[in-house]
């Protein structure tokens, strides 16, 4: 290796701690991606991750020794506070369920935790674990404490896992890993002075005071827009619908219901923004009346009459008229015939841009596989987190600034 560091890390420190699952071995992978962007790395493993992988390979790619205990006498000083204190970032990976309580709840008892605990300067985690683990409402609880708290979490994927079946749990690639350290470190202020406006989440149209007909959008694909647009500097307001996300720090939340709701918060608040990205998945129909009290089952049948929603990317594409501004993007989600449907919708909606993906991919996952279609061009992406989704939306919605 050479001393002269060069890519866009040089001169930077990143501080790898790796836990205990079968993804660790990947993360040697990780280490390497990490040097190769011109960053010196520091490796912590956990007591766990030394079943899977040996401190020694760590310390043949990054060329100093791997670090595994908090009371190494070797060291004179305190190891945890050295080692964050030099870090510009921190990354764990592969991120457990257990590696994430722990941060979750500030527990220090080892040396990744007492790092973790000490680190100044981002955080990511790339958590690795069966699907069963990574959907326990305790595990969903402390990814939404550490979201919260500003940590950024890539992943996991859908694919094959250890256990032999095909779900979400995955850790990402390591060079997507990398690439996400190197936006953490490197952050663009591109969109610095945009005032952007986000929808996100389903929507939930009530049938009585306990029921309503909804969908499975989980909200995720709008909430990493509003992050990735506000790491970026712009001014993000994100209008959700019902979803188990936290709000994320430094964005201005309006949280709604239905459909009505949602224009209502839409249209109140519209009206001086540059771009508005409507990533919600809103109910088409509601039902025509809300029974006042709960439905009774003492009917052989039950018939729900629905009534159509009010569009609201439609709305706004319809107010803007021939102004240039807000910038309006849609999503959509289809069955087939992407490109074709999406360009019927970007005309027929009067946005600027159509994010468009089948209706097998993305709805609940971390990941996505989406064709953004402008007027210009359909440019298909491949599978990707949903982060990363986000930065190419944001990037297409610069490019379309720019080119008027
Ligand atoms: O027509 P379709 O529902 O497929 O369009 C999806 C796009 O339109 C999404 O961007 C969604 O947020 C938006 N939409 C809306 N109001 C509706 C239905 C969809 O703003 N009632």
């Known amino acids: 290796m050479s001393s002269e560091q060069v890519g866009p890390l040089a001169g930077r420190e990143v501080l790898l701690v790796v836990g205990g699952g079968i993804a660790a071995y990947k993360s040697v992978t990780l280490a390497r991606e990490i040097l190769r962007a011109g960053a010196k790395v520091e490796t912590v493993l956990t007591a766990a991750a030394q079943r899977f992988v040996t401190g020694v390979s760590f310390a043949g790619v990054t060329g100093r020794p791997a670090r595994i205990d908090l009371w190494d006498a070797s060291y004179p000083g305190e190891l945890h506070i050295e080692l964050t204190r030099k870090?510009?970032?921190v990354i764990v990976a592969p991120?457990?369920?257990d590696l994430l309580a722990r941060m979750a709840h500030g527990l220090a008892d080892d040396l990744a935790t007492t790092c973790l605990v000490?680190?100044?300067?981002?955080v990511l985690v790339a958590p690795a674990m069966h699907p069963r683990m990574w959907e326990h409402p305790a595990t969903q609880a402390n990814v939404a404490l550490l979201r919260?708290?500003?940590?950024t979490v890539i992943g996991p994927v859908v694919g094959p896992l250890a256990s032999g079946e095909t779900g979400i749990g995955r850790m990402t690639e390591p060079e997507a890993i990398a690439r996400a350290v190197v936006a953490a470190l490197t952050p663009r202020r591109d969109l610095e002075g945009l005032r952007v406006l986000i929808s996100a989440g389903p929507t939930h149209e009530a049938i009585d005071p306990v029921r309503f007909v909804g969908n499975r959008s989980s909200g995720r694909m709008g909430f990493a827009i509003a992050e990735g647009a506000r790491d970026r500097g712009a001014a993000v307001t994100l209008v959700a619908g019902?979803?188990?996300?936290a709000d994320p720090a430094g964005v201005a939340v309006v949280r709604v219901r239905s459909a009505v709701e949602?224009?209502?918060a839409v249209t109140a608040v519209a009206s001086g923004f540059d771009v508005v990205i409507m990533a919600a998945a809103v109910a088409d129909y509601r039902p025509a009346e809300v029974a006042p009290a709960k439905i009774k089952k003492s009917h052989a049948e039950l018939t729900l009459r629905l009534v159509k929603n009010p569009d609201i990317l439609a709305e706004l594409g319809a107010a803007r008229g021939d102004a240039r501004s807000p910038i309006l993007v849609g999503f959509a989600v289809e069955t087939g015939d992407l490109v074709a449907h999406a360009r019927e919708k970007l005309a027929r909606k009067g946005c600027d841009l159509v994010v468009a993906n089948l209706a097998e991919h993305g709805f609940e996952g971390a990941d996505n596989v989406v064709t953004l279609v402008s007027a210009a061009r359909a440019?298909?992406?491949?599978?990707?987190?949903k982060r990363e989704v986000a930065e190419r939306i944001l990037d297409t919605v610069r490019e379309i600034r720019a080119s008027r």
């Open 148 to 151: 919260a708290r500003g940590v």
């Open 242 to 245: 019902p979803v188990a996300l």
């Open 379 to 385: 440019e298909a992406l491949e599978r990707m987190d």
């Open 95 to 97: 991120a457990t369920a």
């Open 87 to 89: 870090a510009d970032a």
């Open 118 to 122: 000490a680190a100044k300067g981002p």
């Open 262 to 264: 949602m224009r209502d």
